[in-house]
């Protein structure tokens, strides 16, 4: 198809595709003469991953760049997992503090997980922890021990309904579910904090 | 104290606190001569809190303010709750599409939940939901039920460890937990999701 049949079949304007190919984020199509090229199914399929990366995950351009570039490379799954959770974060990761990192590394410990040493997700886990520490507002051992049994439910469950074998498909499931879910799930925390206050507290005066 | 102690006592310096005063973050201190205020501890309380939300939580000031404003009043829980997630959305509310507002309701209805029907969070499950099928990766349903299960275990426990009636303690436990747990909760995941898939499909090179 023609750039033209592209953004129809898409649902991305041709100015946009046009930027995504002089940024790398679209492979070239086929040149068919001087100012034409063909451009396939599996160029309506990776502009919809851009579009998702950027748009729902909220991703700008330069990340979206690094978690397509392990798609493309025949990159393990967990390598590729790594590359989507440090887009999410941004480079560089987060520097926390002496007492976060070790209050994240003994939570980890603590809960069996197996986890890179320098990672971003840890530095993440310990710059949060810190903060609040230091705000006066340190999270209660109980209530973490309970968000690393929700975690660990829910990363088991995503990790098992992985398609099978190490293929590019497995690597684009688990980038998506990883960038992509995010908002999902803290939307339904949110309306389930929701819930069980009105179950506890009653309902303000006009609602439900 | 003077507010060369309150700096000392809260760690935020003079001028920022001078900018929070002037904001209305902060309650004025009880004036001692034209230039001079003495404050108390409830002043390092306050400041605390307000460095919380904006450091750790990431909220502008205007939002914070919002947050703020809901401490301060005799606010029922639950409202508070809603203010705290509009907060963390900002405003207007996301506009959800028809086919994710339909797909959202559906979900809380499914799960039995009971939330306000106009409110940001529903609006927010509808727009990621829309977003994620608009761009071809619409949210596998067993997927979902998995989330709904995660998030309604996490919340119940949360909404059950408030300390018990309506005051002001238990508003400022509320609106931190949303607020502030959040990193926390995503970072676990992250870290539980790179566990279960080191354990299914091997470490990458140089890990672990």
Wanted: charged share 20%.
């Amino acid at each position: 198809m023609l750039v033209s049949a592209l953004a129809a079949a898409s649902g991305v304007p041709v100015p946009t595709i046009k930027y995504y190919l002089r940024e790398g984020l679209l492979p070239p199509g086929r040149a068919t003469g001087a100012t034409r090229a063909e451009y396939g199914e599996e160029h309506v399929r990776r502009l919809r991953l851009v579009r998702a990366l950027a748009e729902v995950g909220g991703l700008p351009i330069a990340r979206v760049k690094d978690v397509l570039a392990c798609l493309d490379g025949a990159t393990p799954l967990t390598t590729a997992l790594g590359a989507a959770h440090d887009a999410l974060a941004g480079s560089p990761a987060p520097e926390a503090p002496a007492n976060g990192a070790a209050a994240a590394e003994a939570l980890v410990a603590d809960a069996g997980w197996r986890v890179e040493a320098g990672c971003t997700s840890l530095a993440q886990l310990g710059a949060a922890l810190a903060a609040l520490a230091g705000a006066g507002f340190p999270v209660d051992p109980v209530a973490l021990r309970r968000y690393v049994r929700a975690a660990d439910e829910v990363a088991r469950e995503e990790v098992d309904a992985i398609p099978g074998g190490d293929t590019a498909d497995a690597v684009e499931f688990v980038v998506l579910g990883t960038v992509l879910h995010e908002p999902v799930l803290l939307a339904l925390r949110r309306l389930a904090q929701q819930h069980h206050s009105v179950h506890r507290f009653g309902a303000p005066p006009g609602t439900c």
